[in-house]
């Protein structure tokens, strides 16, 4: 039998919600391409519910205590002390999200010696070492287009929010006042506008057409370029790299994956080739950018806003400098932890976990690092499989 520890963030501050907002959810037929939705051969929640945090553990625990796993449930995941770092040491499997990521760094994989699978709840999984997990033959996994859809809407509500000003005229109201001209000081319309999206794999296509219809000139970068009929389909502009993107456009939208190319891509001499007035919003991975060189943008007025949902690191500490610079929208990492998104995400998990135990091999579209755990499984590499893959364009 299997030891699951299982780090996901804290409850409400008000508790495990007794009720909802909604009564139902939508019901998906696939993603968009064609791939199907999690098929595990049950689930033990009621889509909707709240199960990314401590208290709702992803709808998992009747499942693998029902078959005699170990189940540890943990939202303490930093430092020496923490009830992960305690628990890693004989743990079989590890999961947790991106918005509340369990580092599975070469040191604490050394000190994990059952270690054999690690799961990404959500797509993501820059907070694992891939070296070290196959030099020690651990299998790394993510839902693929679990939670998709879900960032790109959220980047999109951001640009909207970044351009018409919406966060500060909403702050009006809250407090009393109907400061017009306050409000519409800074506020734009987006119509017309050259928005750009760096890397278009699942996330940054799906931002693309989502915002056709509000006829904007639509360019990208991606190191695949996508076909002639999509192009034509969306008028979109390619750019070969991210420097050429930056100066033709008026808002850019990050979507690409961490890795040496994009560390710190953003820095304060990309930032100054942008027009004066740009918007940058960043669902992908905090350390694309370099964060003193936004704040100093933001202040100076090279940057109009700054807006996204990704930090370094998860948690930040209470005096991130991104948590008060000038002209932000930043949330916590959100954009893919809907109760939408969850449901498919808890699905996902427990599907891998059906397949991992039964020995069946997992949907290639999940795997990140072959662990080469299963049968007729063959020596530990990466795959191509999940969304942060190189070029594909991460959460």
Do not use: C
Request: charged residues 20%; aromatic residues 8%; without cysteine.
């Amino acid at each position: 039998m299997a030891k699951i520890l299982l780090v996901l963030y804290p409850d409400s501050v008000t508790g495990y919600p007794p009720q909802y907002a909604r009564d139902t959810l939508p019901v998906l037929d696939g993603y968009p391409g064609g791939q199907t939705l999690p098929s595990p051969s049950a689930t033990d929640f009621t889509p909707g519910e709240l199960l990314g945090s401590v208290s709702g553990e992803l709808g998992l625990r009747k499942f693998l205590e029902s078959a005699g796993h170990e189940l540890v449930v943990t939202s303490d995941k930093d430092g020496p002390d923490s009830v992960f770092e305690r628990e890693l040491a004989t743990a079989d499997i590890v999961i947790s999200q991106p918005f509340w990521p369990a580092y599975l760094t070469k040191e604490r994989i050394a000190k994990a010696p059952n270690l054999k699978l690690a799961i990404t709840a959500g797509i993501g999984s820059d907070h694992v070492d891939l070296d070290a997990a196959i030099n020690q033959g651990i299998t790394v996994v993510e839902e693929t287009y679990s939670n998709s859809i879900s960032v790109a809407e959220h980047a999109v509500m951001q640009i909207l929010a970044l351009v018409r000003n919406y966060l500060p005229s909403h702050e009006w109201v809250v407090n009393g006042g109907w400061n017009i001209a306050d409000s519409v000081e800074r506020a734009y319309d987006l119509e017309g506008m050259n928005v750009g999206v760096i890397a278009a794999g699942r996330i940054g296509r799906a931002v693309l057409r989502r915002l056709a219809p509000f006829d904007v000139h639509l360019h990208y970068t991606d190191k695949n370029r996508l076909s002639p009929e999509i192009e034509r389909e969306l008028g979109l502009t390619f750019h070969p790299d991210a420097a050429s993107l930056v100066q033709a456009v008026d808002v850019v939208s990050i979507h690409a994956p961490l890795h040496p190319e994009t560390y710190h891509l953003f820095d304060d001499a990309l930032i100054a080739s942008m027009k004066r007035g740009s918007y940058i919003v960043n669902t992908a991975r905090a350390e694309i950018t370099d964060r003193d060189a936004i704040v100093r943008a933001l202040e100076s007025g090279q940057l109009a806003g700054y807006a996204g949902d990704v930090w370094y690191p998860q948690p930040p500490a209470a005096d991130h400098p991104w948590r008060t610079m000038p002209h932000n929208g930043m949330t916590p990492h959100v954009s893919g932890s809907t109760l939408s998104a969850q449901s498919r995400y808890a699905a996902g998990t427990r599907e891998i976990l059906e397949d991992w135990f039964a020995g069946r091999p997992i949907r290639k579209e999940y795997l990140i690092v072959d662990g080469g755990q299963l049968a007729g499984v063959g020596a530990a590499s990466y795959t191509a499989g999940g969304e942060s893959s190189p070029g594909s364009g991460g959460q």
